[in-house]
């Protein structure tokens, strides 16, 4: 009877086997970030014939005259960086009174060439307030100071080629990970200085930051952020440890009193550098320290990370460098521009909770509600908020066989 039962269930259920056995298995969605780069890649890889011209190297300001501005606007014009009509300035003509007998019998213009002597250059020559618009745009997308100066770095992004466009992105999806599907996340990516939060995978927050320079890296590690802490102290790391010790055997003191950088001993009491011997510091636990307050190095916020390297997120106390080209120059942690809203983000609450736990001005530790996974990464091409791609600086020298 049973065995009965068993083939009349099978036949009955014989079609929908067959029907989920033909179905395709399903796919997770192609990450965005990915889709970004390789639609990318494969633009730049249709390009690279088109070797445009380099722009010669050397500073070119607003309102200058030069040969190169017509190189300028022409690479302008290649990349698509065009201003929308409304925001184009308007260029004023002066008005020439005639006899009304000149209006009526033109006199022809004899043009025999650029002319670059006398005071008035060809118009094509001048580097005017257009053209100014246009490079700060430029600049803008590609994370460098807008202010329409042509220097080191944004010549670089000038004479960016097609080629070099295919091999900053086939390096970075060769290192692509994409972050987790669920929960919060954190990429820092090197060299475009910045970190981008995520919350199931979808970009939540971006903020400038100042990395590692060439000297001291940022290493490329993977870690957990596990707690914010409010008004910091500080315990100057071994490089400045250093150079301190050379100051104080040479006499001199001025740099760590400016910075409010005292001796500590392992009990919590504190000297003035002049008190100490400089081969005390470094032993048995005596260490150069900065109490927390406006001038402290981390700033007002530092986010704790779980890893033996003693690199973590924070602050800073000089907020001007988020302004530079060159964010490389930090001992190897990472600074962030907007620390208030990453602090609100990855405890769950909102800046006026943050700003409100800092005015207390005591030190003290927020856990955050779940570890969130914090990574290092060195991707030389990365989707901006417009939908463009930013392509960072090898600070590291890394590209070359990655």
Same mark, same amino acid.
Request: charged letters at 20%.
């Given at each position: 009877?049973?065995?009965?039962?068993?083939?009349?269930?099978?036949?009955?259920?014989?079609?929908?086997?067959?029907?989920?056995?033909?179905?395709?298995?399903?796919?997770?969605?192609?990450?965005?970030?990915?889709?970004?780069?390789?639609?990318?890649?494969?633009?730049?890889?249709?390009?690279?014939?088109?070797?445009?011209?380099?722009?010669?190297?050397?500073?070119?300001?607003?309102?200058?005259?030069?040969?190169?501005?017509?190189?300028?606007?022409?690479?302008?014009?290649?990349?698509?960086?065009?201003?929308?009509?409304?925001?184009?300035?308007?260029?004023?003509?002066?008005?020439?009174?005639?006899?009304?007998?000149?209006?009526? =019998?033109?006199?022809?213009?004899?043009?025999?060439?650029?002319?670059?002597?006398?005071?008035?250059?060809?118009?094509?020559?001048?580097?005017?307030?257009?053209?100014?618009?246009?490079?700060?745009?430029?600049?803008?997308?590609?994370?460098?100071?807008?202010?329409?100066?042509?220097?080191?770095?944004?010549?670089?992004?000038?004479?960016?080629?097609?080629?070099?466009?295919?091999?900053?992105?086939?390096?970075?999806?060769?290192?692509?990970?994409?972050?987790?599907?669920?929960?919060?996340?954190?990429?820092?990516?090197v060299p475009t200085a910045e970190i981008i939060a995520f919350e199931n995978g979808v970009e939540v927050l971006r903020s400038r930051a100042v990395v590692g320079s060439?000297?001291?890296?940022?290493?490329?590690?993977?870690?957990?952020?596990?707690?914010?802490?409010?008004?910091?102290?500080?315990?100057?790391?071994?490089?400045?440890?250093?150079?301190?010790?050379?100051?104080?055997?040479?006499?001199?003191?001025?740099?760590?009193?400016?910075?409010?950088?005292?001796?500590?001993?392992?009990?919590?009491?504190?000297?003035?550098?002049?008190?100490?011997?400089?081969?005390?510091? @470094?032993?048995?636990?005596?260490?150069?320290?900065?109490?927390?307050?406006?001038?402290?190095?981390?700033?007002?916020?530092?986010?704790?990370?779980?890893?033996?390297?003693?690199?973590?997120?924070?602050?800073?106390?000089?907020?001007?460098?988020?302004?530079?080209?060159?964010?490389?120059?930090?001992? @190897?942690?990472?600074?962030?521009?907007?620390?208030? @809203?990453?602090?609100?983000?990855?405890?769950?609450?909102?800046?006026?909770?943050?700003?409100?736990?800092?005015?207390? @001005?005591?030190?003290?530790?927020?856990?955050?509600?779940?570890?969130?996974?914090?990574?290092?990464?060195?991707?030389?091409?990365?989707?901006?908020?417009?939908?463009?791609?930013?392509?960072? =600086?090898?600070?590291?020298?890394?590209?070359?066989?990655?």
């Amino acid at each position: 009877m049973m065995i009965r039962w068993a083939l009349v269930l099978a036949v009955a259920l014989a079609p929908y086997v067959a029907s989920a056995a033909t179905k395709p298995t399903p796919v997770a969605a192609e990450d965005k970030v990915h889709a970004q780069l390789r639609l990318a890649l494969e633009r730049a890889e249709a390009e690279l014939a088109a070797a445009p011209s380099a722009i010669p190297v050397g500073t070119l300001k607003p309102s200058a005259v030069d040969p190169r501005v017509p190189l300028l606007r022409q690479r302008l014009d290649a990349m698509g960086v065009a201003l929308p009509e409304s925001a184009v300035p308007a260029v004023a003509v002066p008005a020439i009174a005639q006899p009304e007998a000149a209006l009526a =019998e033109p006199v022809p213009v004899v043009v025999t060439g650029p002319e670059l002597i006398g005071p008035v250059a060809p118009a094509t020559l001048i580097y005017d307030e257009a053209l100014t618009q246009r490079v700060k745009l430029l600049q803008s997308r590609w994370g460098l100071r807008d202010d329409g100066v042509v220097g080191r770095r944004t010549l670089r992004a000038l004479n960016f080629t097609p080629a070099d466009e295919a091999a900053s992105l086939r390096q970075t999806l060769a290192r692509w990970q994409a972050p987790p599907a669920r929960g919060k996340s954190i990429t820092v990516n090197v060299p475009t200085a910045e970190i981008i939060a995520f919350e199931n995978g979808v970009e939540v927050l971006r903020s400038r930051a100042v990395v590692g320079s060439p000297l001291t890296q940022t290493p490329l590690i993977q870690s957990n952020m596990i707690a914010v802490k409010y008004n910091p102290d500080w315990t100057v790391p071994p490089g400045l440890t250093k150079k301190y010790k050379a100051q104080m055997a040479a006499g001199r003191y001025d740099e760590m009193r400016k910075h409010n950088v005292v001796v500590k001993t392992p009990e919590g009491q504190t000297f003035d550098p002049a008190q100490v011997p400089p081969d005390m510091v @470094g032993t048995m636990g005596w260490k150069f320290w900065q109490p927390p307050g406006d001038d402290n190095a981390l700033g007002l916020l530092k986010f704790e990370l779980d890893n033996d390297q003693a690199i973590y997120l924070h602050d800073t106390n000089n907020r001007k460098l988020f302004a530079t080209d060159n964010r490389a120059v930090s001992n @190897g942690c990472i600074r962030v521009e907007n620390y208030l @809203g990453l602090a609100a983000w990855v405890l769950g609450t909102d800046i006026p909770a943050v700003e409100a736990a800092i005015a207390t @001005g005591t030190t003290h530790f927020a856990r955050v509600p779940s570890r969130i996974p914090v990574r290092m990464t060195y991707y030389l091409a990365y989707p901006d908020t417009a939908g463009g791609i930013r392509y960072g =600086e090898d600070v590291y020298t890394l590209a070359e066989g990655s």
